[in-house]
């Protein structure tokens, strides 16, 4: 795992110098030729660009702050507050004024400049921090009210305030706004190292993306150093690598919420496992250690023998069983190759024959696999026990627009067609709802029982 660990974090830092290289000569290119330097009116573009801005440091705030809600770590924390106040910022000091045709005012740029150098300042402190908030909804909502409140504040003073500097095209900027725009440079180069840092001594795959937009938001800052417009009508280079670094962050974002899901989905598997190894492994084994206890005695009863090696036979088929499981649920093994060992072992003392039917054009999402591979399992053990059946199929495959998975047998059937009960039928639905698919059930006595489930779209 630390090899692996290793191989990740260099071959990310590799990308990075590659990364840096290019855009430094970029820039390089950009400041040896002041006619680059240009900006361009373009208020449509401009609005275009910041709304993009706004929509993706927005859904990288709900993101993280979700991911908040259910891990309650530091990180996600300041990173759901930075990203919160960059899409306010930009929306109230951007985009709003365009609303009624004007431009930005003196007061809405310096809010909006300084809103931005506190975002950039909690982004910029999340990959130092360690731990987690135990009262995960409260402090959300505080510190959503908080920036909000802080915001506005940042606003109604700037409006207030006739002696800021004009900020106008073509003309030398004040000293502060080159000084807040390399702030916000230099709070960019502190997340990139401390975003790297924190890939490599955790592997966390969402470290490497945002590693990876903190590099470009460096140099879309920089580029803001060299054309510092502040303006909702003109365009400048660094606009572009703004708008591809929220890009990027956002699909680290996404990645994450999909590999916690997944992850929260094999622990939950796994923990199911583990209940049934203490309700079925464990029985058997108390069951063989009494029988060993019986076998000590001076005369111990008839048939121990034979019982012993049933409770053994059945003790070690129940630990395959379980094997199996979680080899499916974690990825370890591939689902069919899984599947197929399971219908192996359950066939192997000749009670059941089972025909097992894979469509291989067809794909299961990891938490499918999981289910699906459980509610198999639990149907071919109902036909076990209770169909007295002597064959079953199995069948997973495409059904015109729809993906199905038909378990059928030639048992005894029951009385109550699609509305069967029992707490077993019960938990088949309960895992086929669990990922959006529907369960349906078909039973006539003396003709079989066929189970469905429809997989979602």
């Given at each position: ?38 900006t361009f009116e373009l208020p449509q573009l401009r609005l275009v660009l910041d709304t993009a801005v706004t929509l ?164 879309a800052e920089l580029h803001y150093v060299f054309t510092p417009v502040v303006s909702n009508e003109y365009v400048s ?26 992850g929260r989905a094999v622990a939950e598997e796994r923990a199911r496992v583990a209940r049934e190894i203490h309700d ?178």
């Amino acid at each position: 795992m630390r090899r692996e660990r290793e191989d990740a974090y260099q071959a990310w830092l590799w990308g990075e110098v590659l990364l840096l290289g290019l855009l430094g000569a970029a820039l390089a290119l950009f400041l040896t030729y002041p006619s680059l330097r240009d900006t361009f009116e373009l208020p449509q573009l401009r609005l275009v660009l910041d709304t993009a801005v706004t929509l993706a440091a927005g859904i990288v705030a709900v993101l993280t702050g979700v991911r908040f809600s259910v891990e309650g770590r530091k990180l996600d924390f300041l990173l759901s507050g930075g990203f919160f106040v960059a899409a306010f910022s930009t929306f109230a000091f951007g985009i709003v004024p365009s609303f009624g045709g004007e431009t930005v005012g003196r007061g809405e740029a310096w809010a909006g400049m300084c809103c931005k150098l506190l975002a950039a300042v909690l982004i910029a402190a999340a990959p130092f921090m360690r731990g987690r908030i135990m009262r995960r909804r409260r402090a959300l909502l505080w510190s959503t009210s908080a920036l909000a409140i802080a915001t506005l504040t940042v606003w109604i003073s700037a409006r207030g305030l006739d002696s800021l500097p004009a900020m106008e095209r073509g003309e030398d900027q004040p000293v502060g706004v080159i000084v807040v725009l390399a702030l916000q440079a230099f709070l960019s180069l502190v997340a990139l190292i401390g975003f790297g840092l924190r890939f490599r001594r955790e592997g966390e795959d969402l470290d490497r993306w945002l590693g990876l937009g903190a590099s470009l938001a460096l140099f879309a800052e920089l580029h803001y150093v060299f054309t510092p417009v502040v303006s909702n009508e003109y365009v400048s280079q660094g606009d572009f690598l703004r708008v591809l670094s929220y890009g990027v962050l956002l699909a680290g974002v996404w990645r994450a919420i999909r590999f916690a899901e997944f992850g929260r989905a094999v622990a939950e598997e796994r923990a199911r496992v583990a209940r049934e190894i203490h309700d079925g492994l464990a029985q058997y084994l108390f069951a063989i250690s009494t029988h060993v206890s019986m076998l000590e005695s001076e005369t111990p009863p008839a048939g121990t023998v034979a019982s012993l090696k049933r409770a053994a036979a059945a003790a070690q088929q129940e630990a395959r069983f379980a094997i199996l499981a979680l080899s499916s649920a974690s990825g370890t093994a591939p689902f069919d190759s899984a599947l197929r060992r399971y219908v192996d072992i359950l066939t192997a003392d000749g009670e059941l024959e089972v025909e097992l039917e894979i469509d291989p054009g067809l794909s299961l999402a990891p938490d499918e696999q999981i289910e699906v591979f459980r509610i198999i399992q639990e149907g071919l053990a109902n036909v076990r026990k209770h169909a007295h059946a002597r064959r079953a199929e199995v069948r997973i495959e495409q059904d015109g627009a729809q993906r199905v998975v038909v378990v059928r047998d030639d048992g005894e059937g029951f009385a109550g067609g699609e509305q069967g009960t029992g707490q077993g039928l019960k938990n088949l639905r309960s895992r086929a709802a669990s990922i959006g698919g529907a369960l349906a059930l078909r039973s006539t006595p003396g003709r079989g029982t066929a189970l469905e489930v429809t997989l979602r779209a």
